[in-house]
């Protein structure tokens, strides 16, 4: 059977863990620094496994000798956001953590892609290109798929629909340079803002914005991880299936939107091997400026992050 790695054994790294192995679709190798709480939760799971009909197998440990022969890696390590922390805030704390982890696994692992879940998302994934020094399309930012998920329950939730008729479509940082594009998203095939008073769309966006600070202010330690999960999940099986998965994801851009070299959320066609490109939208001149600053803002601190690789 094929195999994933997981790396991060907490609330978000042992789901999805879970929700792969419990699929049937690959092995699972859980790693984390506290080896006895992979090992643990690695036993839980695999005991869940015989209800689920799945075949797969689940290993837990500190060795990432656990995540040779990986076609993808998942990277949930690191420090969770707390109430009043911006995602920003975590970049410090955690880029030490996501350093030590991506090269260990792209060592063990040095075909596969990585998916980072890690926050902040997209100058982590940054710091997960620079690292291993892989081709682009091998290494991605699990988040527009979060957002769009947000943005669609919402908006289905307002208008009465089914989540599944809604197809979102969220761009830019995942944090608070993120941009929904009401414009994009659609409700049984008929644009949002066509169907809400611009208020109401405004207050939709804002909430999807802040849809990770509001699950964070409610569970008052931690932060959300089935949410979080299932959208990893979900482009794992992509990439192992090629199913040439339309999705929002964090990836180096190289003048497409005429941007270039920077980490941030846009459409591409997920498949085998990672990203195959990116989707360009026919964003006006107003998105294209939100767009524009996002990206500066994202630039800004991948250059801090640059200063930190040639200082350590």
């Not at 929002?248 to 846009?266: H, I, Q, R």
């Amino acid at each position: 059977m094929r195999k994933v790695t997981v790396v991060g054994a907490g609330m978000v790294g042992s789901t999805v863990a879970m929700r792969i192995a419990e699929s049937g679709l690959a092995d699972v190798a859980l790693i984390d620094i506290q080896g006895d709480l992979a090992r643990g939760k690695a036993l839980d799971i695999s005991q869940a496994l015989p209800l689920a009909g799945s075949s797969s197998s689940v290993e837990g440990g500190e060795d990432y000798r656990l995540a040779e022969g990986s076609e993808v890696v998942v990277v949930t390590a690191g420090f969770p956001r707390q109430p009043g922390m911006s995602r920003a805030d975590l970049m410090g704390r955690n880029a030490e953590v996501v350093r030590k982890v991506v090269e260990s696994a792209a060592a063990a692992a040095p075909e596969s892609v990585i998916i980072m879940v890690t926050n902040p998302l997209d100058e982590m994934s940054y710091l997960a290109w620079r690292v291993t020094g892989w081709d682009r399309h091998r290494v991605m930012g699990m988040a527009g798929l979060l957002d769009g998920s947000r943005l669609a329950f919402l908006a289905a939730r307002e208008v009465g629909a089914h989540p599944a008729q809604v197809q979102p479509t969220v761009l830019g940082s995942h944090g608070e340079a993120m941009l929904p594009l009401p414009r994009f998203t659609t409700v049984a095939g008929v644009p949002l803002d066509q169907l809400l008073p611009p208020r109401k769309v405004q207050e939709l966006c804002e909430r999807t914005r802040e849809g990770g600070a509001e699950i964070v202010s409610l569970l008052k330690t931690g932060s959300a991880y089935y949410a979080p999960s299932a959208c990893a999940a979900r482009m794992v099986e992509a990439v192992l299936r090629d199913e040439e998965y339309l999705v929002t994801a964090s990836v180096l851009l190289d003048g497409e939107y005429g941007l270039k070299g920077v980490f941030m959320g846009v459409p591409v066609v997920l498949g085998a091997g990672g990203w195959k490109r990116v989707v360009e939208l026919p964003l006006n001149g107003e998105e294209l400026r939100a767009l524009e600053e996002c990206a500066r803002l994202i630039g800004g601190r991948m250059e801090e992050l640059d200063g930190w690789l040639a200082r350590s």
